[in-house]
């Protein structure tokens, strides 16, 4: 499901992609854009005002919010991912 998704980013301009021949495999390396950073700010800040609410009436819910799981990119043999880039 990601790949249309991909496609519609890359023909809108926010994200650009390059091949990446490293490895056992080539893997397309998207990154954003000018734009899609831009596009990205905006949605962050939307999202920043939702979460608040959002935490509420789950808690009012009486759902226990669990502590987010932690990022481990050692598996692909990275030691960190850049929050630009999209490695497929």
Known sequence: ???PNLKILL???YIACDIDSTGSRDRKVCSLTPKG???Y???????ARMLPWLR????????VEPEPA???FENEGL???????IWT
Request: with cysteine; charged share 10%.
């Open 41 to 47: 700010a905006v949605a962050a800040r939307a999202w």
């Open 56 to 63: 509420q009436c789950v808690s009012s819910a009486g759902v």
């Open 37 to 39: 950073e831009a596009a």
């Open 70 to 72: 932690p990022m481990n």
């Open 79 to 85: 030691t960190s991912q850049p929050a630009n880039r």
């Open 11 to 13: 023909e809108g301009g």
């Open 1 to 3: 499901m990601i790949y």
